[in-house]
Structures are given as C-alpha cells and as structure tokens.
C-alpha cells in the first residue's frame, strides 16, 4: 500500500521558514519524480515544486529564490524548505509521488 505523509506544517510569521518533510513508503521512491504543490484559500491546487530522480529542481516563479526542495533516496523522503515566508504562502501543501499518488496534505499558515 503506497503511503505519502506529509509533516512539518504549522504557524508561522512573516519572514521565518518552515521545513515540511514528505514520508513515501510503498513506492520505488528513487525511481519516482517527487512533487509539491499547494492550495491556498478559495484557490485551485497549484503546482510548486518538482524534484526529479536526477535530483534536477524546479519552482514556480513566485517562490524561486525562497523555498528549496530537495530528497533523501535513502529516507524515501522529499523535503521543501520554506523561507521569508508571506501571507500569500498560506495554504494545504501537498506532495505527490509519480503520476499518481498524493499525501493528505499539511496546512501552512502565514500571519502578517
């Protein structure tokens, strides 16, 4: 059974960083392209992030320069670091594993 478990979710202010960690079992994590992305409030899902096998990177321009992602193929981990963080961050961030599998999502909150 695949799992994606997302943590590392929470509130923070303006600026500060949050690491969130995406826990894959059940799949070939070294052979999956992993995948962030986010909802944020009345917003459709959007994508933010992929990290391939190759361990070649992509961000969505709004936040380039500001959140790292990055894996650990001996963990069957995927990380997003996240700093200076806005308002505009806010949201239920997601992880999906290869085509087709998604976690249940971690809520990441901004104030201002």
């Known amino acids: 059974q695949v799992q994606l478990v997302e943590s590392g979710g929470g509130l923070v202010q303006t600026g500060g960083s949050l690491r969130l960690s995406c826990a894959a079992s059940g799949i070939a994590f070294d052979m999956a392209n992993m995948f962030w992305y986010r909802q944020r409030p009345g917003q459709e899902r959007e994508w933010v992030a992929t990290i391939t096998t190759g361990g070649n990177t992509m961000t969505v321009p709004s936040v380039k320069g500001r959140f790292t992602v990055s894996r650990d193929n001996a963990k069957n981990t995927m990380y997003l670091q996240m700093d200076n963080l806005k308002p505009e961050d806010t949201g239920i961030y997601f992880c999906?594993?290869?085509?087709?599998?998604w976690g249940q999502g971690t809520q990441v909150t901004v104030s201002s």
């Open positions: 999906r594993g290869g085509s087709t599998y």
